[in-house]
């Protein structure tokens, strides 16, 4: 199973900006071969994803982030990282990073979760 790492998140006023990143190791498949994923889920709501990037960098991103957020990756270092920009109070959460090999959700690995506040 993937080991996934977070670190980054932290206390921050609105309008500020965070950079988190997802050190990745003990991969079966190459690095390039998984997409990489974050969610974030805020207390007593659904976790939901925020931003998906495939192995050639093709990147997807939740309404509520996009021109906010930039999800991108270290092939070389296997390193993912969300750039947070802008940030609002509605932000705040924990934030996961996931793996999946082969792009398969069903083989999907899970972060600890690193936790973004984002105060008014």
């Known amino acids: 199973q993937v080991q996934l790492v977070e670190s980054g998140g932290g206390s921050v006023q609105a309008g500020g900006s965070l950079r988190l990143s997802c050190e990745a190791s003990?991969?079966?498949?190459?690095?390039?071969?998984?997409?990489m994923l974050w969610f974030r889920q805020a207390p007593g709501e659904e976790r939901e994803l925020v931003a998906r990037?495939?192995?050639?960098?093709?990147?997807t991103y939740a309404d509520s982030v996009k021109g906010r957020f930039t999800i991108s990756r270290n092939n070389s270092t296997s390193t993912a990282y969300l750039d947070m920009n802008d940030l609002k109070p509605e932000d705040t959460g924990m934030y996961y990073c996931?793996?999946?090999?082969?792009?398969?959700?069903?083989?999907?690995?899970w972060g600890q979760g690193t936790q973004v506040t984002v105060s008014s």
């Open positions: 003990n991969l079966k498949y190459s690095y390039a071969g998984h997409c």
């Open positions: 996931a793996a999946d090999p082969l792009c398969a959700p069903s083989l999907r690995s």
């Open positions: 990037i495939t192995g050639i960098h093709k990147t």
